[in-house]
């Protein structure tokens, strides 16, 4: 049994930080991701990750988001800088076993995705 269980969202103000925690996401998978969705809106990548290392990011965060991940841990983190209130939104992790090129996994969609967490809410305020 699989469970994705994300941490560490919240509210902030304009410009500061958070980090987001997806703990059972790592072992065993090969593409892993974090998405954001907000009312009224399609779900979208925020970034996705190979199990190499390699990361990419959706331009709307590149330069204030990164991706990683704890091996050891068996944890995805998303750190969040310079957080902007368009940032606001319901943030998912996902990770799938699937296979995957580097390509394919940093140009993942939503939908490509199988393992989900139940996702957390970030707000940021102005």
């Known amino acids: 049994q699989v469970h994705l269980v994300e941490s560490g969202g919240g509210s902030v103000q304009a410009g500061g930080s958070l980090r987001l925690s997806c703990a059972g996401a790592?072992?065993?998978?090969?593409?892993m991701g974090w998405f954001r969705q907000s009312p009224g809106k399609e779900r979208e990548t925020v970034g996705t990750?190979?199990?190499?290392?390699?990361?990419n990011y959706a331009d709307s965060v590149k330069g204030r988001f990164t991706i990683s991940k704890d091996n050891v841990k068996n944890t995805l983190i998303l750190e969040m800088n310079s957080l902007d209130p368009e940032d606001t939104a319901v943030y998912y992790c996902?990770?799938?076993?699937?296979?995957?090129?580097?390509?394919?996994?940093?140009?993942?969609?939503?939908?490509?995705?199988?393992?989900w967490g139940q996702g957390t809410q970030v707000t940021v305020s102005s």
């Open positions: 790592v072992s065993g998978f090969i593409c």
């Open positions: 996902a990770a799938d076993r699937g296979l995957w090129s580097t390509e394919l996994c940093l140009r993942a969609r939503h939908t490509d995705f199988y393992y």
């Open positions: 990750i190979m199990s190499s290392g390699n990361a």
